[in-house]
Structure formats: C-alpha cells, structure tokens
C-alpha cells in the first residue's frame, strides 16, 4: 500500500490559506465548521443528562460530581493541542516544514502518555474521589462506575483531540467536524440503549452513559488519524517518529501548560462549588450540574469559534502579519459576544424550559431558576475573555490567559461564593460567576494591551532586520 505520509515528506505548500485568503470568509470557512461541531458535542453531553436524569436525581448527580474529572481530561487534553497547534501553525508560517513534523509527532506521543496516566488514576481513584464529596451511597456507586470507565479508556477521548487538532492547525476544520459528528451521532444512539438495556443490551444504567461516550471518542479518534493520512498534506504522521522530542515537548508546554492549568483550574471550582452547595442541599448540586450541560450550548459554539481562530493568528504572527492577526480577533471577539448575548437571553427568558430536559423536581426548577438567571450575567461578559485568553496563548503570551483564570476562578468566584453562603441565602451564591467575569474582563483589557504591543515590537524589529539583510 502507498501511504505518502509514512514513506516520505512531500514539499509543503508555497503557502497556507490562512495566510492569504481574506479574513472574514477564511475565519468563517474554518470555524463554522467547529462551531457545528461543537453544538453536537454540547448535544451529546446533554443528552447523556437528560437520560440518567430519567433513572433518578442520584444518578444525575452522580454524573454532576464526576464533571471535575472528565473537566481534568479536557483540560489537558484541550491544553496540550492548543500548545502543539500554535507551534505547528507557526512553523509552518515560518517555513518550518521539519519542525512541524516533528510537533505533530511529539504530539502524538504526548497525548497517548496522557491516555495511561488518566487511564491509572481514574481505575485507582475515581471511588475515594466520589467519597471526598458526598457519602450517599447511591451517588457513589453510580458515580464510581460512571469515571471508572471514563477515565479508564481515556485512549479515546486523548487521542480523538490529538487528530482532530492536527486537522485544525493546518486548515482542515470540515474534516475535523466530520470526526466530531461521527462519534458524536454514535454517542447520542448508544446512550438510551445502553442505559436503559435496549434492543437485547444489557441494562448498564449510569454505566452505559459513560460506554456510549467512550466507544463514540475511539471511532471519532480512529476516523480522525485515517483523514490526517490519507488528506493532511502539510504534515507528515510517521510510525518512527512518534517518540519524545525535548525541545519540541518543551515548546508545546510552553503554551499549553499554563492553558492545561487555567481549564484544570475550572475542576478545582467545580470541586469547591460542588461542596458549597450541596451543604444547602444536593438538589442544588443537580442544578449546578444541569446548568453547565446547558451553558455548554452557548460556550462551545464559541470554543469553535476560538479554535478557528488560534491557527489564523499563529500562522499570520509567524509570518509577520499583525494587520490579518489584529483583524482576526476583532471580528471573532465580536461574534463571540453576540453569540453570549443569545445564551443570556435564553437563560433569562426560558429558563424554566431549560432546566424541563432534566426531569426536575419542583424543587429542583425553583432553584435552577434563579440560578440561569443570575448566572447567565456573566456570559455578557465572557465572550471577550474568552477569546482574549486565545488570542494570548496563539501569539506566545500564555501566562497572561494563566493569571487571567487564577484570578477568576480561585482568587474571586470560589471566595465570592463562599461569603455569598455565608448569608444563608443559596440565591445569592450565584452571583458569584458574574461578579468573578467583571474582574477578568478588567485583567484581559489590560494584558490584551500589553500582548499587541509586544507583537508590534516584534513585527517592527523583524522588518529591521530584513531591510538589514536585504
């Protein structure tokens, strides 16, 4: 069999589209894609709630407490593509074609370490994780058996991130979206039949949710690595390179360590909020829990967006372009807040319908309630943050998106919260999200300032050079 791409490199392309085509069509070709894509992982994560929700408040719960651990998964799964995306985007502006290569094969083996890791820990930890929370049994157990399998089979979900990224730093966001969708659709069909023991299955329960998402990530991954080989010409998956890179590695952490640690931040909020609420009462927790499967339609659509754009602004910073980087994040910053600005809508006008998907109890709808709508003031805010934090991490400034989060999640919103429940009052607890988004709106402000000015020394200083040299 030919296979081009483990025989032998191929020239690159003279040059990418993404340092060339105009910037609104190109940004909607690359992140239209993702953003559909994404709606379907929100999809997907939700119906997994709205079936176990089906089987009792516990077992919504159970699935509500695990939320830190798969967040960790994703964390640095998602930490350590932003990082090799940014360098392979880069070289391949700089002309970099070996160095490309070598991240996306270092990468590869980065994430498959990754899938062992998490694989031990979750079989090992998931129980006394459970334990550490809450000591109603029946959340325990569900929970238990739910991150046992998550995390224990994690080669999915890592290596389904690893090849879609590589699609994504070079260009080819429909071929992403396809791999997305595929285990998606395989996620949202297996659900119901294996929880509830359809079609001669057996009966798995909270169980069967976490196996339909698994054996949807190892398609999805399988697809994925089969679309790089056979469509990704600009770089060059080989068996033998798939080994540790020090100076690669090292770049690639560079930028994706402090993003590992800013979404690694959002378990450790997660984690305290859990404990929080549920000393109100674990009906809260349960709606805490409906609302991040339900903000995740507002937030991924924008964390589509935002993967459309960190490749553009890398490429375009690597080969000196700062008018196409700056135009990047304007039109992307703005339909990030209009889409925020939908989802605040939603969340106050229809949050009783929301919150309908999850089989409430009357109890449960007059807490969630309250919570959509106080909550939802923050997303009028979040969109420019979010892709400020990207817009750092794509031009080489990450530590700025780190303290960004710090600040948000540790340093304001868990004390907020806390002192919020001091009050007695769970209402007010939830006046902690917007409160923490005005404080990172005011530090993203500030270093967005500093980052642009930096990068125009560095435009400015390379121009020197060659006028230098030439």
């Known amino acids: 069999m030919k296979n081009n791409h483990l025989q032998s490199a191929s020239p690159a392309p003279q040059e990418n589209k993404m340092g060339v085509m105009p910037i609104a069509p190109l940004l909607a070709g690359m992140a239209i894609p993702m953003m559909i894509s994404m709606l379907v992982q929100a999809l ?19 699935v509500s407490l695990a ?28 002309k970099k074609q070996d160095q490309a290569d070598r991240a996306a094969n270092t990468g590869i083996f980065i994430f498959l370490v990754s899938a062992v890791v998490f694989g031990v820990c979750g079989i090992l930890l998931a129980r006394p994780f459970f334990l550490a929370q809450t000591d109603i049994q029946p959340i325990v157990d569900y929970g238990t058996d739910y991150a046992r399998i998550c995390l224990g089979l994690s080669i999915g979900i890592f290596s389904q991130f690893c090849f879609e990224r590589l699609l994504q730093s070079t260009g080819r966001t429909v071929y992403s979206m396809i791999t997305q969708l595929i285990g998606a659709v395989i996620n949202i069909i297996m659900d119901p039949i294996l929880i509830f023991g359809l079609f001669g299955f057996p009966r798995m329960e909270v169980a069967g949710a976490a196996a339909a998402t698994v054996l949807g990530q190892i398609v999805a991954a399988l697809v994925g690595l089969w679309m790089n080989l056979r469509f990704n010409k600009d770089v060059h998956i080989r068996l033998r390179d798939i080994r540790p890179d ?15 640690i800013m979404q690694s931040i ?55 372009r700062l008018d196409r980087v700056k135009k990047t ?7 990030a807040t209009v889409i925020m600005v939908a989802g605040f809508s939603a969340f106050n006008l229809i949050p009783h319908v929301l919150l309908g998907f999850f ?59 806390w002192l919020l429940a001091q009050t007695g009052n769970l209402d007010l607890v939830w006046y902690a999200f917007p409160i923490a988004e005005l404080m990172s709106l005011t530090l993203s402000v ?25």
């Open 44 to 62: 997907y994560n939700v119906v997994d709630s709205i079936f176990v929700a089906r089987i009792s408040q516990d077992a919504l719960n159970a």
């Open 67 to 94: 939320f830190p651990l798969q967040n960790l998964m994703i964390a640095v799964g998602g930490g350590t593509g932003v990082g090799m995306n940014a360098l392979l985007s880069r070289s391949l502006g700089e």
């Open 246 to 260: 020090r100076f690669i590695a090292r770049e690639i952490y560079r930028v994706g360590l402090p993003s590992i």
């Open 266 to 320: 959002g378990s450790i909020m997660t984690f305290g909020m859990n404990k929080i609420l549920i000393s109100f009462t674990d009906t809260a927790t349960a709606v805490f829990g409906a609302y991040f499967k339900l903000q995740s339609f507002i937030f991924m659509p924008v964390f589509g967006l935002n993967n459309g754009m960190v490749p553009i602004v890398s490429y375009n910073y690597g080969a000196a």
């Open 329 to 335: 994040f304007r039109l992307t910053a703005t339909v």
């Open 359 to 417: 089989n409430p109890s009357a109890e449960m709808l007059a807490i969630g309630t309250v919570a959509l709508r106080a909550i939802s003031i923050s997303f009028l805010l979040a969109g420019f943050c979010i892709i400020a934090g990207s817009m750092f991490q794509a031009i080489g400034n990450p530590l700025h998106s780190l303290i960004v989060s710090v600040c948000r999640q540790l340093l304001v919103l868990l004390p907020a919260a």
């Open 446 to 470: 500030i270093f967005l300032r500093r980052t642009m000015r930096g990068a125009e020394e560095r435009v400015a200083a390379l121009r020197q050079k060659k006028q230098a040299n030439g």
